[in-house]
């Protein structure tokens, strides 16, 4: 699978263990917002994911700066929030619905 980075344009290709981590992650992120209303967080989407925080936050940055040849669009977005959880930043997940 092939993923367009929006800003530079450069095409990744992707090998077959990180097309099918991407591709669970995002199926985790639609199944929690099918169910919950408050935002999903970087920790709890580890925990889905039973990966550490890199692997997680790795998958976020890919799937909301890249898109696939199907996509026009990013699958989600995130923001970094100012409250800190001992040494690190709590991110927000979000849907991207445009």
């Known amino acids: 699978m092939n993923r367009r980075w929006i800003e530079s344009g450069i095409i990744e290709q992707l090998d077959k263990r990180q097309e099918q ?54 699958f989600l977005y995130y923001t970094k929030t100012n409250t800190k959880i001992g040494f690190k930043k709590r991110y927000n997940i979000f849907l991207n619905r445009s």
């Open 21 to 74: 981590f991407l591709n669970t992650v995002q199926q985790l992120i639609s199944t929690y917002y099918e169910t919950q209303t408050k935002p999903l967080n970087l920790t709890m989407l580890a925990r889905l994911c039973r990966c550490n925080h890199a692997q997680a936050l790795s998958a976020i940055r890919m799937l909301a700066n890249t898109i696939s040849e199907d996509e026009s669009f990013p």
